[in-house]
């Protein structure tokens, strides 16, 4: 299984973000997919989570979206703070849905993608 995450890089403050993940190696479409994201210096955190059978989800200031076809699942937000700036990972869930344990429900992580959000 192989997950790789794009879309990360120097960002301006204030801008927008679109990362993508895209998976090989299983049928995605099968499984809920997570994105985390890892600040310096802090603990990684779950930022969303998509269940099979959702194409698109807004949480919070994110919005998760997946395109089964591609095997690629999205993570966009805009309005980008100094906080946003991390490790972005992609993550496939053991479930199909997003439990209230999703966090914690991961067999597949990708390597990230850096995210700097600069002013």
């Known amino acids: 299984v192989q ?10 403050l204030g ?20 994105w985390f994201r890892q600040a310096p210096g802090k603990e990684r955190e779950g930022v969303a989570c998509i269940s099979r059978t959702t194409l698109n989800s807004q949480q919070g200031r994110f919005t998760i979206s ?25 993550a496939v869930s053991k479930e199909t ?3 209230n344990s999703w966090r914690t429900d991961i067999n597949y992580w990708g390597q990230g993608t850096q995210v700097t959000v600069s002013s």
């Open 66 to 90: 997946r395109d089964n076809a591609k095997s690629t699942v999205y993570l966009e937000t805009g309005s980008l703070k100094p906080e946003d700036t991390g490790r972005y990972y992609c």
């Open 97 to 99: 849905y997003c439990t």
């Open 3 to 12: 997950l790789v995450e794009s879309g990360g890089g120097l960002v301006q």
């Open 15 to 34: 801008g927008s973000l679109r990362l993508s993940c895209t998976a090989s190696g299983l049928t995605l479409r099968s499984f809920a997919v997570a």
